[in-house]
């Protein structure tokens, strides 16, 4: 359970992301959600100086699909970050559980497999509501916290 607000964070603590590349890869899936997810990450690239050409997104049509999408981009090699925005919402077959698992394992791969940081912005929530509060609802908004990791792991040296 989220217990502090996710779009909190210490500007001055950041490097400025001018020179950096990102790649934003968005799921379809729940798309009210990974807008807003998308929204918030975008928002907090370019207010730390990255610069709207150096970011290209991605739409994937899933969460699942997540995975293919950040390797398609880190095997460009033109990147500093990925973020991969996605939300699976708990239903009433286990469906959620692989998903959810699968997604996890599989951009933590990522981040073995390449140099480049993949950051997870992947919702997993039980409930819809819990989602939109995550999204830029009272919880405030995990784009922007994700935004915030891929800049930091972008300038970890």
């Known amino acids: 359970?989220?217990?502090?607000?996710?779009?909190?964070?210490?500007?001055?603590?950041?490097?400025?992301a001018k020179d950096l590349k990102f790649g934003i890869v968005v799921s379809e899936w729940n798309s009210s959600i990974t807008e807003n997810l998308y929204k918030g990450a975008i928002t907090t690239l370019l207010d730390n100086g990255a610069l709207e050409e150096n970011i290209t997104r991605l739409n994937v049509p899933g969460s699942y699909e997540l995975i293919f999408g950040s390797k398609y981009l880190l095997k460009q090699g033109k990147f500093d970050a990925i973020i991969a925005i996605g939300c699976v919402i708990q239903?009433?077959?286990?469906?959620?559980?692989?998903?959810?698992?699968?997604?996890?394992?599989g951009i933590k791969d990522l981040n073995i497999q390449f140099d480049i940081p993949t950051i997870f912005c992947v919702l997993t929530d039980n409930t819809l509501q819990q989602s939109i509060e995550r999204s830029g609802g009272k919880h405030g908004n995990k784009g922007v916290e994700c935004a915030v990791a891929a800049i930091k792991m972008a300038t970890l040296a």
């Not at 077959?93 to 394992?105: G, I, L, P, R």
């Open 91 to 105: 239903g009433e077959t286990k469906h959620f559980d692989f998903v959810c698992e699968a997604v996890s394992q």
């Open 1 to 16: 359970m989220a217990t502090t607000n996710l779009s909190d964070y210490d500007k001055s603590a950041l490097n400025n």
